[in-house]
């Protein structure tokens, strides 16, 4: 554990960080001075803000929807035969 957290401090590396805490939070009672390293884990988390739910590119993350899945449009609408399209004829 001792050094997971020491190899997050030096890099930095948001998986890391995250890694610490999740470990510190499954293994309470076998993580000897498990409240100080839970404290340096958290200390880390909130500085580099590694604990915030980012949305990634074109994702809504207020509809909840799992990370990879694709907004699609809900009904269907045939096309309309007037206008410029209309008027087109076949070749």
């Known amino acids: ?3 997971l957290l020491t190899e997050a401090t030096r890099t930095l590396n948001a998986k ?3 890694s610490a805490h999740l470990v510190l939070q499954r293994y309470t009672d076998s993580i000897p001075d498990h409240a100080a390293l839970l404290k340096r884990a958290q200390a880390m988390r909130e500085r580099y803000r590694s ?3 980012h949305a990634g590119l074109g ?3 207020h509809i909840g ?3 990879g ?3 699609l449009p809900g009904g269907y ?3 309309n035969p ?3 399209l209309g008027k087109v004829t076949a070749v």
Request: no cysteine; hydrophobic share 35%; charged share 35%.
């Open 77 to 79: 609408k045939p096309p």
């Open 51 to 53: 604990s915030d739910i």
């Open 59 to 61: 994702e809504q993350s």
């Open 65 to 67: 929807r799992a990370a």
């Open 1 to 3: 554990m001792e050094k």
């Open 69 to 71: 899945g694709v907004s």
């Open 16 to 18: 890391l960080i995250e």
């Open 82 to 84: 007037e206008g410029l």
